[in-house]
């Protein structure tokens, strides 16, 4: 590339078929996610979605993934200090016996 000119920016074609390809780019602690391909349908209905919130559709995206990503973090969370719970106290088989066991049959 010559010094002082731009890199050409992708270029973005409408798709009818939900196929998606993600790409991550971290900047500064941040990435940035492209997402190819997405149904024109499921487009438009999350700028209206966005509209009736006063939002953008970025915005509006970026709080879909932060919230579906928490939600799998608190419930992995509470499934672990559930199963915690049920096995406080209780003698656990040394898993390399199990192994050895498992490996002679």
Sequence with gaps: MRAGTEPTPPTVEKASVATVAIGVI???DMAQVVIRNLDDTAI???KERAARKGSSLERELRT????AARADRADFRTRAAALRRRLRGRQHTD???LIRE???R
């Excluded at 879909?64 to 919230?67: A, Q």
């Design 26 to 28: 971290s900047v500064h």
């Design 44 to 46: 438009q209905r999350l």
């Design 64 to 67: 879909i993934i932060t919230e």
């Design 95 to 97: 898993s390399t016996e």
């Design 102 to 104: 498992d490996r002679g």
